[in-house]
């Protein structure tokens, strides 16, 4: 059957949603069109390259991820130079192998630029921090004066994952000058909005996956110094607009994978942990596609 999905966010706890998405697959359902954001957007653009999710789980089990953590070359000790690049820079890391790693597996499979693809079949969000914005891709490229079809699919997802401060910002040309892209999960996680619109009849069933408790499970923050005034910031800044849409009759269409214990830049995972994130986000799914009523 076919169905669109949509993936959340959440760094390196998004091996849960490859488990998801075996289980997906082995119940026969095939993605038309996908969207996500950060690691949502990863999954999300290998879906639409073709790869399966055992090849997905392989692409990603395969590649040293603290290679993707590139630094950049200075003769100053790199503790001090760490967070000069950081001030100057504004992430520690440049994030150029992740968007070769990224750019070289979809050409593998003949995906290189929007154009590749059907209208629609794939976007992400990202956040542009110079006019305040969400940035849906490729859909809103015309506003920089870019034409969608010929952008970078790489490029895209590389906006979509840089993690603010964790990786360099992704500086984007336009017309009015140099605009400052981060991680779309500042302003959109999740963004089931994308398919799954009050009032606007569906074309096929919407299914969301999502690295949290849903809101009925969510825990309390516990706010008792900066560093967790700090962590509660973000995520209610990276959960707030997607919350309020999510209504009890979206929710009915979202499978929801806890995902307490992983940091989302924890890139020294075990093979186990690895493995554990994987079969949490199959059980979860078995547990919700087992009652679906699409």
């Known amino acids: ?89 504004l992430g520690l890391y440049k994030g150029n192998e992740l968007e070769k790693w990224l750019r070289i597996k979809l050409e593998a499979k003949g995906l290189r630029t929007f154009s590749d693809l059907p209208p629609h079949t794939l976007r992400f969000i990202a956040s542009d921090l110079s006019n305040g914005q969400m940035v849906v891709i490729p859909d809103d490229l015309p506003k ?3 034409s969608p079809g010929s952008f970078p699919i790489a490029k895209a997802i590389r906006m979509s994952c840089s993690i603010p401060y964790f990786f360099e ?29 009050e009032n606007i009849k569906k074309t096929r069933p919407v299914l969301g996956i999502k690295l949290s408790p849903s809101e009925y499970e969510h825990e309390k923050h516990k706010i008792n110094n900066a560093i967790e005034l700090f962590g509660a910031l973000f995520e209610t800044m990276k959960d707030a607009h997607d919350s309020r849409y999510i209504s009890k009759k979206h929710a009915e269409n979202i499978i929801f994978i806890p995902t307490e214990g992983v940091m989302t830049i924890e890139f020294h995972l075990t093979e186990e942990k690895k493995q554990e994130l994987v079969n949490l986000g199959r059980e979860r799914a078995k547990r919700f596609l087992n009652k679906w009523s699409y």
Do not use: H
Not at 178 to 191: A, E, H, K, R
């Open 144 to 146: 920089y004066g870019i």
């Open 1 to 89: 059957m076919n169905i669109d999905g949509v993936f959340s966010g959440g760094g390196i706890k998004g091996f849960a949603l490859i488990g998801a998405c075996e289980e997906i697959e082995e119940r026969g359902f095939k993605f038309v069109r996908v969207a996500g954001t950060s690691a949502g957007s990863i999954i999300a653009a290998l879906i639409a390259a073709g790869y399966t999710s055992k090849e997905i789980y392989q692409l990603i089990d395969e590649v040293d991820l603290t290679n993707l953590l590139d630094t950049r070359k200075t003769i100053i000790p790199f503790k001090l130079a760490k967070w000069l690049l950081l001030y100057w820079r």
């Open 169 to 197: 910002p992704v500086r984007l040309r336009a017309k009015e000058g140099t605009n400052v892209l981060v991680d779309g999960g500042v302003l959109s996680n999740f963004p089931m909005w994308l398919f799954d619109q």
